[in-house]
Each structure stands twice: as C-alpha cells, then as structure tokens.
C-alpha cells in the first residue's frame, strides 16, 4: 500500500531520479527534496497560484501535480527562468514598477505573466489580468503588477529581433 | 493540507485501467488532469485507496471528425479544445466555455473526461454537452457502451459511470447550417465557478428558432436542459411569450442556497440569461430589456 515509486524528470535541464511516495505533490518535491523553494505554496488546492512552474513549457499548478505524474516530463522553476535570464527584463521592471511587497506571490507571478508575454506580443490590460487572474497577490492591489508586465511586453516589441 | 497517502498504478493502456478498475472497485478513483481531483485530495474531502493513472494513454487523445460526429478523446485538455481548429469549427460553444473554466495553468492540465466524469454542477463543460446533444462513449468490462449527455449526469458529483467504467470519448453532432450558440455565466470573478450559467445551441431561420436547447448550470444537481426552451420554438417570439418561457423556466428550476447566491437570486439570474440568450440568437436586443422579472 501506497509504495514509493520511481520517477525520472528533469528539473532546469538537469536530469533527477528520485523515489518518491505518491502522495508528493511536485511543489512539495521541488522544494522539500530539491530545495528549490522559489516554488511556494499557498492554498493547496489550486486557487491562489503561488506554485505555478512550467511543464514542458506550459505554466501548471504544482499543487495540483503529483510527483510521480512529472514521469518523463521537463520542469522548469522560478529557479531555472531566473538564472538563464530568460525573465531578467521581467524582474527589473517588477523592481522598478514596485510590483512587489512580500514577495510571497512574485515567483509565480513571474513565470505566468512570461507565460503570456510568449503568447502575446502586446496584450492589453484586460487580457493581463486575465491571464494573471489564477495569481492572487494580496499586496500590491494588482495595478503594479499590471503596468509591469505592460511595460516589459512594449519594452520587448520594440528590441530588434 | 496534503492528501492522504494512496498508492499509485500508470495504466499503460484502457485496457490495463480497466483491469486495475475491476480490481479496486470503488477504492480507485481515475487521475486524467487531477485539478478537481487533487483539491479534493488535498482537503481530504476524498482519500482514495489507489490513483489509476490514465494521463500517459495516448488513445484517450485527439479531436477528429468522423463523417457527421465531432469525437474528442476523453483526456483531451481545455487548453486543446481553446486552440483546436475542429473545435472552433463544429462545436465552437466548447471554445467559448472553456475560456470560462478557471485559468489558464489549471486548462493547462484538466480534460473534458475529467471534468464530465467529475459532474460539479456548476462546471462549464457538462451543461454544453449536454446542450449539444452529445454522446459519452464508456468502456467497461463487457465493452462499450454510449450514453446520451441528457442521461449522464445523476446528481452532484454523480454520472452514470460505474466504478468498473472508464469514459473514453465524447461524441458531438457536428454543427450543421444556420447553427448559433450562446455561452454566458454569472461568476465573482473571471475563472471562478459560475453562481448561474448558460450554454445553447439554436438553429435560427426566418427571425425565429427551429431548435432551441438550453443548457443551465449551477441552478440545480446537475445541468438542466430547460424544457421551457419548447415554448420558443417556431412560434413568433414576442416579450409575451418570452416572459412565458421565462416563468415556465422558475418552475423547472431547484437553485441551491450557498455563500454566494441565494435560490431566489440564481431564479431571478437564470431569467435573465434565458433573455439575453434569445436575444442575442435571434439579434433582437429589445427582448433582453423585456419586462425584469
């Protein structure tokens, strides 16, 4: 009843093995067993977005994904968009923008106003607040956040490709 | 809180789910998308024996049209059917409903088998199957068998699927000429559950409907296909009549009182989806202003 079970991933590029109970949601594993913590963890149940990572590319709520269903899959954290620089504009206008104050909700904010940057090139207002409605931030009152993600999508339209 | 502990099979094709199925009975419960699931899990509201893992069975994918049936695999995800151009094309009030469920890293994962098996009745998906006549395709041990939409859903969280049973697809009627649809709910916010919604099909000729099928959700156990619906169809649709079928609908209608409506207020909402609703199908705005009930 209830074994561990053995799952291979990756986690940032880097290959992981691991056996695991199957009672392990990934947030729990990417922080307890990985100590990448920049994942949190909010509600559990799936409504305030604080443990959204990226599967294979698409932002999920790690929450809501056990351990052992990221067999095979490719994951990527706060951690990993972080240090390849991919969301550095991001950040800096999140820093400049003071889309922050606990910070308890900005990983996750992060990877999903990315998630709609790579969809979008320009999204209007309405449309980002829809995409960030899953994230609650109980902070900045949203407005931040939102002229951030505005400023970083014009900022990003206007770079030579 | 963290779920219970519960051990873990990945079915490695229907056939596998459906053996682990007939082993563990009603202890298993069947993991596509998990996001009704793992919250369920995780409140411990549910602590199943065993997760039979159906997410990794690529038979279970894939929207395809065959002939005049519209078949979508039971794991396919919200986020496929806002991007499917068969979708958008034969059964576009899908599209238009999903944008509605939750956000987007929940339609990232959750699939329609999952959230028709799951039956919450103020979710999106069951009301429009049910309003496009659809067919749920279920397999078992003695084989297949098809369900209509209509017949599905047995009450709060309750279909008609055994725990031996797995749904594999969804078969829809594709959209034929002169089809519309509406989609509309009433939420606290985007991507929250609906408090009232509706999902229709109408086939509109001549300023008036030769079909009509209302789809209400969150108004009751399960979603209702109005019967009220009957009362505009090819008849001349006038603030009389409609004001009619909007009080034949009250009657049909058994709300529940929670934190976020009363019965009363979903009865007063549910008319006032049904006027926007005919209004929009047959482009008559001055019907939705009709007499407030």
């Given at each position: 009843m209830s074994a561990p079970v053995s799952v291979s991933l990756r986690v940032n590029g880097e290959p992981i093995d691991a056996l695991v109970l199957p009672r392990l949601n990934l947030a729990d594993f990417l922080r307890e067993n990985l100590k990448l913590t920049g994942t949190h963890v909010g509600c559990e149940h799936g409504v305030c977005g604080a443990c959204t990572v990226r599967i294979d590319g698409e932002i999920v709520r790690s929450c809501l994904m056990l351990t052992v269903q990221a067999q095979g899959a490719s994951v990527e954290t706060i951690e990993g968009l972080s240090d390849s620089g991919e969301i550095a504009d991001l950040q800096a206008a999140f820093r400049e923008r003071n889309a922050l104050q606990c910070g308890y909700c900005t990983p996750a904010m992060l990877m999903t106003a990315q998630d709609l940057l790579k969809q979008t090139l320009v999204p209007d207002r309405q449309t980002i607040r829809e995409h960030l409605s899953g994230n609650y931030c109980r902070c900045t009152g949203y407005q931040a956040i939102v002229d951030a993600v505005e400023a970083t999508a014009r900022t990003r339209a206007e770079r030579p490709a | 809180m963290k779920a219970a502990a519960f051990a873990y099979a990945r079915a490695t094709s229907v056939v596998n789910a459906l053996e682990l199925l007939a082993a563990h009975g009603d202890r298993a419960k069947v993991l596509s998308g998990g996001q009704s699931l793992m919250p369920a899990m995780n409140l411990r509201l549910l602590s199943p024996d065993i997760l039979v893992d159906i997410g990794g069975l690529a038979e279970l994918r894939g929207i395809a049209v065959r002939g005049n049936v519209l078949v979508v695999g039971a794991l396919t995800r919200h986020v496929d059917m806002l991007r499917s151009p068969e979708i958008a094309l034969h059964a576009p009030l899908l599209r238009d409903a999903v944008a509605h469920v939750a956000h987007p890293a929940i339609r990232n994962r959750g699939t329609i088998g999952g959230s028709l098996a799951h039956a919450d009745p103020a979710s999106e998906l069951p009301p429009c199957v049910v309003a496009l006549d659809a067919t749920v395709v279920i397999r078992g041990p003695a084989g297949e068998r098809r369900i209509a939409a209509t017949e599905f859903f047995k009450g709060i969280y309750e279909t008609a699927l055994s725990p031996d049973e797995l749904l594999v697809a969804i078969e829809l009627p594709v959209a034929g000429q002169g089809s519309t649809f509406f989609f509309q709910e009433y939420a606290?916010?985007?991507?929250?559950?609906?408090i009232v919604g509706l999902a229709a099909r109408a086939v509109v000729a001549v300023g008036g409907f030769t079909d009509l099928r209302l789809g209400f959700f969150a108004v009751g156990d399960r979603p209702l296909l109005a019967a009220a619906a009957g009362k505009l169809v090819n008849a001349s649709v006038t603030p009389a009549l409609l004001a009619e079928a909007a009080t034949a609908l009250a009657d049909e209608l058994d709300p529940q009182e929670d934190q976020q409506a009363t019965a009363a207020m979903r009865r007063h909402l549910a008319a006032v989806l049904l006027r926007r609703c005919v209004a929009a199908l047959l482009a008559r705005p001055e019907l939705e202003a009709g007499a407030a009930t």
């Open positions: - | 606290r916010r985007h991507g929250d559950y609906a």
